[in-house]
């Protein structure tokens, strides 16, 4: 059984995360918002590797709650929103 304190903060599930949250929730909307070629999250996301610098610069610009997409959980300073 799973401890519902840990959160899934694998690569998938970060990206994931991020593209539930923009206006049109496709991958390549995702690069696009990353700044990288497409390609690119098909390898983060198989190499489980979290592309930390371009997820936070992505969601500053954007206004997503950054906690959210890095843990699934809301951040404490936005109680109860996920931006």
């Known amino acids: 059984m799973t401890d519902p304190a840990i959160c899934d903060c694998s690569a998938s599930a970060?990206?994931?995360?991020?593209r539930?949250?923009?206006?049109e929730p496709?991958?390549?909307e995702v690069a696009a918002c990353l700044g990288v070629?497409?390609?690119?999250l098909?390898?983060?996301r198989r190499r489980n590797s979290v592309p930390y610098a371009h997820i936070i610069?992505?969601?500053?610009e954007a206004g997503i709650d950054?906690?959210?997409?890095l843990t699934g959980r809301p951040s404490p300073w936005t109680?109860?929103?996920?931006?």
């Open 20 to 23: 539930d949250q923009l206006p």
């Open 57 to 60: 610069r992505a969601c500053v």
């Open 42 to 44: 098909s390898k983060w």
């Open 14 to 18: 970060v990206l994931t995360r991020f």
């Open 79 to 83: 109680p109860g929103r996920v931006a």
């Open 37 to 40: 070629a497409r390609p690119n």
């Open 26 to 28: 496709l991958d390549a």
């Open 66 to 69: 950054l906690d959210w997409v």
